[in-house]
């Protein structure tokens, strides 16, 4: 069983949660001089733990509540955004997400993926949910036992204009195993997960092929962010309480030998999420008082090229072409 830390408390009410400093937590020197982290505080009406996060539209994120539990499920709240078009807080009460069923035992991976479809990590049951835009309720849930070695954990795609933008990553709790994998249409509007890859993270120790720390939710950060001058990751580490930063190597994954602390003196670390507005980095926290924190001083994002794909379009090929390599290895 997972052991976590139980404390804390959620903000009762309708009213606007105001930003306070993140006094617990601290910005590794390398960095704080860079960036600034504030506590937007609990979600109102969502039920600890929390899970982890994504961004529905540029004004409401969606987060789990109820983390790992049979009765978990994936709510929705509307945020406030103040000066500079950062978020200070949340407006409104969390609710149930499409006021459906999606999220039991939610993890740090809430992350939509090609075609729109809602993609859920189930911890302790290793399970990989999937939900089709409009459905409320989960339409094929992959059981991934004997596919990764401990309970999935967290999923992200890679973004357009990283290495191996497209592909689909996901990581086990505890063991911190991380994986490469293809989709392949099912025609039904969810996908198969086909050509699951266990990868060496280490190329100064071959074999390593876990990240530290109890990894739970990551993101990208792209190179020319400050003192980001390579392609990157954060990872939320819940077991450890930080949040770790890693150079990805050609394919999109994490250099174990890159690691340096980013932020430390977190308990509970979870869910990682980029605003698709300010750029700004949003953790959660599965205990450690159940709440969001804001990182501020990364870059905006720039808006899409003209007749480039968007992300979503571009795991879609990622998928349809992952599907055409299963093929020709099957064949």
């Known amino acids: 069983m997972r052991l976590r830390n139980f404390a804390g408390a959620v903000s009762a009410g309708f009213a606007v949660v105001v930003a306070t400093p993140a006094a617990a937590l601290s910005i590794d020197p390398f960095y704080a001089g860079s960036y600034t982290a504030t506590s937007i505080g609990s979600v109102p009406d969502l039920p600890p733990q929390y899970g982890g996060l994504t961004f529905l539209d ?3 994120i969606i987060i789990g509540g109820n983390a790992n539990t049979a009765s978990g499920l994936i709510y929705q709240v509307d945020v406030v955004r103040g000066a500079g078009n950062h978020i200070t807080g ?8 499409r006021g459906g069923t999606i999220g039991e035992y939610n993890d740090g991976g809430v992350v939509f993926g090609p075609g729109d479809v809602l993609f859920t990590s189930r911890w302790p049951v290793n399970f990989l949910g999937q939900t089709k835009p409009g459905s409320t309720d989960e339409d094929k849930i992959i059981n991934l036992a004997g596919i990764t070695a401990s309970s999935n954990a967290a999923i992200n795609f890679v973004p357009a204009g990283f290495p191996g933008a497209g592909s689909m990553k996901l990581v086990s709790w505890s063991g911190g195993q991380w994986y490469d994998a293809s989709l392949a249409p099912d025609g039904s509007g969810t996908y198969d997960l086909v050509g699951v890859t ?4 280490d ?6 092929q876990s990240v530290p720390g109890g990894p739970e939710g990551f993101v990208y950060i792209a190179a020319g962010n400050p003192l980001f001058t390579s392609n990157a990751l954060l990872i939320a580490e819940y077991s450890v309480g930080k949040i770790g930063a890693y150079d990805l190597d050609a394919d999109g994954n994490p250099l174990a030998n890159t690691r340096r602390d980013f932020i430390t003196g977190l308990t509970g670390a979870e869910g990682a999420a980029i605003d698709p507005v300010t750029g700004d980095f949003l953790f959660s926290t599965f205990g450690g008082g159940n709440q969001i924190v804001v990182v501020q001083g990364f870059l905006a994002p720039e808006p899409p090229t003209p007749g480039l794909p968007e992300p979503g379009s571009l795991a879609l090929l990622a998928a349809a072409l992952g599907l055409l390599s299963y093929r020709l290895r099957k064949s």
């Open 203 to 208: 190329p100064v120790a071959p074999g390593v």
């Open 90 to 97: 949340f407006t409104g009460s969390a609710s149930a997400f």
């Open 198 to 201: 266990l990868i060496d993270v």
């Open 58 to 60: 540029n004004d409401t």
